[in-house]
């Protein structure tokens, strides 16, 4: 279709007496259009707070909702979001992190599968799953690729938080192809409305540069300020919200620079 628009374009220019005043493409950029970049949205942390969880829900575009399971609030969001189109996650805690649910390098097999069974009926919809904390256990290779496994039986992706360099999750799920992706950018490490926007801006350039990124931030009204008021403006960057689920997609399950080398997770 752009072949035949631009020889449309160029016979009506012709007939114009216009050809000659017309800018000439160079070879390098004639037939090409501005390329894309991508970028996915989770928002963690929520089942907790109403007025929060709303702020979130209400963001524009297609933001994924992670709810954790041990919140008073997370079987009512959750059906909330999903009601509302949006993409829901099972927020899963793991080690360092606490309570009735969370995973710990101690525990065995049939007690792990117990707590993801108890979470994902607590978060109802859930299409996927992310860690909550997990820096110890996320670098076991027994439990994560049990996790991974039993995620694929279930068709649930995953997206690996990479709260620890030491994670081994996404390696294993690239192993056996679960669909899945990695964190690129935390929002809101630090609580300051420049912060986050010098790290959303860190996102947008890692997007341009790699083709997507993949940011995580929390329901910290800070954090809601910022986002509010800028992802009404990233289109206007060259830049295009999409689905995890899309994102998963337009990575093909392969390691950014920043996870591994050449394609494969470390």
């Known amino acids: 279709m752009r072949v035949w628009l631009t020889g449309l374009v160029c016979a009506l220019a012709v007939t114009t007496g216009a050809a ?15 390329k894309v970049a991508y970028l996915s949205l989770i928002i963690d942390d929520l089942g907790q707070n109403p007025e929060r969880d709303s702020r979130a829900l209400a963001l524009p575009g297609p933001v994924t909702l992670a709810i954790m399971p041990d919140t008073p609030h997370a079987t009512d969001f959750a059906r909330q979001a999903h009601k509302a189109g949006k993409t829901v996650m099972l927020h899963m805690p793991m080690d360092p992190a606490t309570g009735p649910y969370a995973w710990h390098p101690e525990l065995p097999l ?27 256990m996320t670098a076991e290779p027994v439990a994560m690729s049990w996790l991974v496994g039993e995620l694929q039986r279930r068709h649930l992706f995953l997206v690996d938080s990479r709260t620890s360099a030491k994670t081994v999750a996404a390696a294993e ?38 083709g997507s990124a993949v940011m995580i931030g929390h329901p910290y009204p800070v954090t809601l300020d910022v986002l509010e008021r800028e992802l009404p403006k990233l289109k206007s960057q060259g830049i295009e919200l999409i689905e995890i689920r899309h994102m998963v997609t337009e990575r093909g399950n392969e390691a950014m620079a920043g996870h591994g080398k050449n394609g494969r997770y470390r």
């Open 20 to 34: 000659r005043a017309a800018p000439v493409e160079s070879s390098a950029t004639a037939g090409k259009a501005p």
């Open 110 to 136: 049939p007690e792990l599968e117990s707590r993801l069974n108890a979470a994902l009926l607590k978060v109802p919809y859930a299409a996927g799953i992310n860690n909550h904390m997990g820096s110890r």
């Open 173 to 210: 799920a690239q192993k056996i192809g679960l669909a899945s992706v990695s964190r690129d950018v935390f929002l809101d490490d630090e609580r300051t409305a420049e912060a986050i926007s010098g790290q959303l801006q860190t996102a947008i350039k890692l997007a341009h540069k790699q």
